[in-house]
């Protein structure tokens, strides 16, 4: 299977994802990771390298059976369509969980107060997080919204919908929303 994260930065979806990765013990591509690396290594300009590497990771680690959880802002249909993309290739079954934390407060609180768990990553400014291309979804997902939500229970909803099998339509029309 191939779970698919995005939200914007500093809305908790690293925590979220992550956690679901040990929990599944899954394969966990992080786009910010991947990024880093390519910075430090002086491949610029980035523009869609990072992503490319996950789609390769995430297939290769799919292909041989294991479970994997994507972790990127995943901010435009054509990424997402990307990571299905993916999924479909390699045969698998692909879950969309979209992150949000819907108290701008608390947001921009995150944002402005976060210490980078990846070694020389700069994270975004609150200005920066706010002005970010950011496209609506069309398609059902599951939907979490961390101001109301810690990391734990939002794993284990998550794995709740998963266990069920079937996405349920939530009030904004998305799957489930948390």
Not at 97 to 105: G, H, P
Not at 116 to 131: H, R, Y
Not at 136 to 164: C, K, M, N, Y
Request: overall charge negative; glycine content about 8%; some cysteine.
């Amino acid at each position: 299977m191939l779970i698919i994260f995005a939200g914007l930065p500093g809305v908790g979806k690293s925590r979220i994802a992550s956690e679901l990765a040990r929990q599944l013990g899954a394969a966990y591509p992080r786009i910010d990771s991947i990024e880093q690396a390519l910075r430090d290594s002086g491949t610029l300009p980035l523009d869609d390298a990072g992503y490319g590497i996950g789609y390769a990771i995430a297939e290769d680690n799919l292909r041989l059976g294991r479970t994997v959880v994507a972790d990127s802002v995943n901010p435009l249909a054509i990424t997402r369509d990307a990571w299905l993309d993916v999924a479909k290739r390699a045969g698998v079954f692909a879950v969309e969980v979209e992150v949000q934390c819907s108290d701008r407060d608390e947001h921009r609180r995150r944002v402005q107060t976060r210490i980078p768990d990846i070694a020389g990553l700069v994270p975004p400014t609150w200005e920066e997080v706010i002005s970010r291309e950011y496209q609506p979804w069309d398609h059902e997902r599951i939907v979490v919204d961390t101001a109301t939500v810690g990391v734990q229970q939002s794993v284990g909803l998550i794995l709740q919908v998963l266990q069920r099998g079937i996405l349920m339509p939530g009030p904004d029309c998305s799957a489930g929303s948390l």
